[in-house]
């Protein structure tokens, strides 16, 4: 399965699924956040994984941010989604663009 993970902060989660290689059962085909900042993203660099940024600010409200989020990550071609540390909460859209395909594996 072709997945996206998303990514706020250091990245640690996604290290570890970088670390998983191929037992991870799947190919990460991006790696997105809301901050430009996040380390996350620069691990996926040297990974070479392909990143996006979507910023909350640059958004009128979390329905056009949820949007432009799931946007991307059709756009990459994922078929999952993996929110690894992402803290913003996403609208019901991504529930209903990505259904049963969005695992959340920090504990927030």
Known sequence: MRIAVLVSGSGSNLQALLDAGDDLGAEIVLVLSDKPSAFGLERARQAGIPTAVV????????????????DAIEASGAEGVILAGF??????EAVRRFPLRILNIHPS
């Open 55 to 70: 910023r909350w600010a640059d958004h009128p409200d979390r329905a056009a941010f949820t949007t432009a989020v799931c």
């Open 87 to 92: 803290m913003r909460i996403l609208s019901a």
